[in-house]
T-cell receptor, first 114, second 109 residues
Framework: DSGVTQTPKHLITATGQRVTLRCSPR?????VYWYQQSLDQGLQFLIQ???????AKGNILERFSAQQFPDLHSELNLSSLELGDSALYFC?????????????FGPGTRLTVL | GQQLNQSPQSMFIQEGEDVSMNCTSS?????WLWYKQDPGEGPVLLIA?????ELTSNGRLTAQFGITRKDSFLNISASIPSDVGIYFC?????????FGQGTRLTINP
């Protein structure tokens, strides 16, 4: 158990819909990272927040957005969903701001878009 | 999105054999990372490399940061059943973190 929690574990929805994935970092960690893992694209870094502020951006689509709240939990919002958005979405956390700091991954949310 | 070229894509070996995998890129990276992902779980960081030419070990795992800063290697010695999983390399540049496609390791007892 990494100490990072993600909800829900599974999510099934339809194209065009909007969903919110939630992540709670390890106690004391200030950075939260979001990743997308699909069969054909591998593991893709989406975005990082550090202490409430956006820190680094990866291959995140404009239809996706994220935020980190004062209690440090984070939400990833996916809108106008397409079939290709079906993937595992991981959240990770680390103590500091650097992209290469040791990141602890959560168990992931499996999103299926029908 | 940009990807690293990780090879091989899969490996089927006998328990006790040594394993080698590598990642290459057309871009220079400042840091190379190696992760392992077990089924149904998130990736776990194995080794981080910060300098060109650096050779770092973590138990039976050894990784190297290529001199050109465009590649990295991971070796696993004397494989055991719990080494099964998917291994990912990742390269960090200026505000970017790019992952390889993964190497799936299967071990026959």
């Amino acid at each position: 158990d990494s100490g990072v929690t993600q909800t829900p574990k599974h999510l099934i929805t339809a194209t065009g819909q909007r969903v919110t994935l939630r992540c709670s970092p390890r106690s004391g960690d200030l950075s939260v990272y979001w990743y997308q893992q699909s069969l054909d694209q591998g593991l893709q870094f989406l975005i990082q927040y550090y202490n409430g502020e956006e820190r680094a951006k990866g291959n995140i689509l404009e239809r996706f957005s994220a935020q980190q709240f004062p209690d440090l939990h984070s939400e990833l919002n996916l809108s106008s969903l397409e079939l290709g958005d079906s993937a595992l979405y991981f959240c990770a956390s680390s103590a500091a701001a650097g992209l290469i700091d040791t990141q602890y991954f959560g168990p992931g949310t499996r999103l299926t878009v029908l | 999105g940009q990807q690293l070229n990780q090879s091989p894509q899969s490996m089927f070996i006998q328990e006790g054999e040594d394993v080698s995998m590598n990642c290459t890129s057309s871009s220079i990276f400042n840091t190379w990372l190696w992760y392992k992902q077990d089924p149904g779980e998130g990736p776990v960081l194995l080794i981080a490399l910060y300098k060109a030419g650096e050779l770092t070990s973590n138990g039976r795992l050894t990784a190297q940061f290529g001199i050109t800063r465009k590649d990295s290697f991971l070796n696993i010695s004397a494989s055991i059943p719990s080494d099964v999983g998917i291994y990912f390399c990742a390269g960090r540049g200026a505000q970017k973190l790019v992952f390889g496609q993964g190497t799936r390791l299967t071990i026959n007892p």
